[in-house]
């Protein structure tokens, strides 16, 4: 089966500059999240949707990022306008169901889309 | 915020030697996940443990959930160079219904 699979793999902007990240859940999965993974630490939860509703987007920053998930299938991910403390890689993720419910089995990874900003 | 502890940040071993990974929350677990990420690519599945006390196996790595659920341990036996890697648990709180990563760990096994 095709996996998850994100796009860009690599961008360069410069700060200020607005940038989009685009995923493709693996088919039949419910759930799908963002993770922000900066250099030398575990990946940190940004986003988490429920088919397309949004569970939880306590950790991210609403001033600058934003995300959606139309049609619960594909989702984006933006930041506008871009910090250097943005730079990282981003991750997408995705799951049969929600985490501690009965069918969350594993998360599948993208790739994930590195950004560096200038 | 972040829930779960691993310890050690960074681990070099010589070739053959074994290694123990911990993981550590302050709150009860639904289940915890074992990754394991090479630099520059995605996260790989390695394991899940659910029930207190459980011990699952794959090739070398063994990984075990202590009996109150709020700690694991990833053994790696006899390494070798194709184990290194960032090795990071996670896990679903009781908190909700939101998957959190561990600190990470990043091992290096010298051949």
């Known amino acids: 089966e095709a996996g998850v699979a994100q796009s860009p793999r690599y961008k360069i902007i410069e700060k200020r500059q607005s940038v989009a990240f685009w995923c493709n859940p693996i088919s039949g999965h419910a759930t799908l999240y963002w993770y922000q993974q900066i250099l030398g630490q575990g990946p940190k939860l940004l986003i988490q949707f429920q088919n397309n509703g949004v569970v939880d987007d306590s950790q991210l920053p609403k001033d600058r990022f934003s995300a959606e998930r139309l049609k619960g299938v594909d989702s984006t991910l933006k930041i506008q306008p871009a910090k250097l403390e943005d730079s990282a890689v981003y991750l997408c993720a995705s799951s049969w169901g929600l985490a501690g419910g009965l069918n969350t089995g594993e998360l599948f990874f993208g790739e994930g889309s590195r950004l560096t900003v200038l | 915020s972040q829930e779960l502890e691993q310890s050690p940040q960074s681990l070099i071993v010589q070739e053959g030697k074994n290694l123990t990974i911990n993981c550590t929350s302050s709150?009860?677990?639904?289940?915890l996940y074992w990754y394991k990420q090479k630099y520059g690519e995605g996260l790989i599945f390695l394991m899940m443990?659910?029930?207190?006390?459980e011990e699952k196996s794959h090739e070398k790595i063994t990984a075990k959930l202590d009996e109150k659920k709020q700690q694991s341990s990833l053994h790696i036996t006899a390494s070798q160079p194709s184990h290194a890697g960032i090795y990071l648990c996670g896990a679903d709180t009781s908190t909700g219904n939101q998957f959190y990563f561990g600190t990470g760990t990043s091992l290096t096994v010298i051949p």
């Open positions: 709150k009860t677990l639904y289940g």
């Open positions: 443990l659910q029930k207190g006390g």
